[in-house]
């Protein structure tokens, strides 16, 4: 580079050192080393210590960093309200559409995402699988959750007492097998819902496998679905193989979601 570049780079370059060592400083720490020494920082960043003492005590009034011992700090609890209010504020549909697109194109199957409103199963996005027989259920649509394999697994997110609370006052009587009549079978059918982590659920000519998705507080907050004509679907070769595909969808979203962050 010849000196009148570097004249140019020099006049181009906007940074602000300061805060790039800052924010250097706050990637420093992860789950291996969540606690570093002043002078650990200092030498990874080339300087000393008397030079970043001003941007260490700064990130602490702040609360990016924690003091816990004499010159010894992790991160502090700005950084996780910060990452989670970020994650709170993404809504569920534009993370979940492109990891439901990719799970139609992969298996050919229709693929649906709900939440729970209630009783409930609010039906939020589908991914269309252009084919014959393809299962469709419009955006919008309303089913009882105690009914469907997604709203099954919706279910699962409510502990026992919860889930009394919610049918206390619900029919269950109205609806067809292999719907549950009766609160304890409600209750117990969940239980096994939870424990297995999936539901497979055969209606009139279609079969549904459906998962959880979690959010950072391992909290069920909605449920998606893989479903098709019961021919294509209805053998354990192929339901095996959905199954799994289905999971690591799930686990992919929930990863967006900050699942099994620390």
Same mark, same amino acid.
């Given at each position: 580079?010849?000196?009148?570049?570097?004249? $140019?780079?020099?006049? %181009? &370059?906007?940074?602000?050192?300061?805060?790039?060592?800052?924010?250097?400083?706050v990637q420093m720490f992860n789950a291996r080393e969540r606690t570093l020494a002043m002078n650990d920082i200092a030498e990874r960043l080339g300087?000393?210590?008397?030079?970043?003492?001003?941007?260490?005590?700064t990130l602490t009034e702040m609360g990016y960093l924690r003091k816990v011992a004499r010159n010894t700090y992790e991160l502090g609890p700005?950084?996780?309200?910060?990452?989670?209010?970020?994650?709170?504020?993404?809504?569920?549909v534009d993370i979940a559409m492109p990891h439901l697109n990719a799970l139609r194109d992969r298996t050919s199957l229709s693929c649906?995402?709900? $939440?729970?409103?209630? %009783? &409930?199963?609010?039906?939020?996005y589908r991914a269309f699988a252009a084919q014959r027989l393809s299962v469709n259920i419009p955006i919008g649509t309303r089913l009882p959750c105690?009914?469907?394999?997604?709203?099954r697994m919706l279910l699962t997110g409510l502990g026992e007492d919860a889930l009394a609370g919610l049918y206390q006052h619900a029919r269950l009587d109205d609806y067809p097998p292999p719907a549950p009549k009766t609160l304890p079978e409600l209750q117990q059918l969940i239980a096994n819902d939870r424990e297995r982590g999936w539901v497979l659920h055969r209606s009139d000519y279609s079969t549904a496998i459906a998962c959880?998705?979690?959010n950072h507080l391992g909290q069920v907050v909605a449920a998606i679905n893989l479903s098709g004509p019961e021919a294509v679907m209805d053998n354990?070769?192929?339901?095996?193989?959905y199954r799994e595909e289905l999971e690591k969808t799930a686990d992919a979203?929930?990863?967006e979601l900050g699942a099994g962050a620390t």
């Open positions: 580079m010849t000196a009148h570049e570097e004249a $140019i780079e020099r006049e %181009t &370059d906007y940074r602000v050192p300061a805060l790039q060592r800052g924010l250097t400083i300087v000393t210590v008397s030079s970043i003492y001003r941007i260490v005590h700005q950084v996780v309200a910060d990452g989670f209010s970020y994650l709170a504020s993404r809504d569920i649906h995402l709900t $939440i729970r409103e209630q %009783t &409930d199963s609010l039906y939020v105690h009914c469907t394999a997604m709203g959880a998705i979690r354990g070769f192929s339901q095996d193989r979203i929930a990863l």
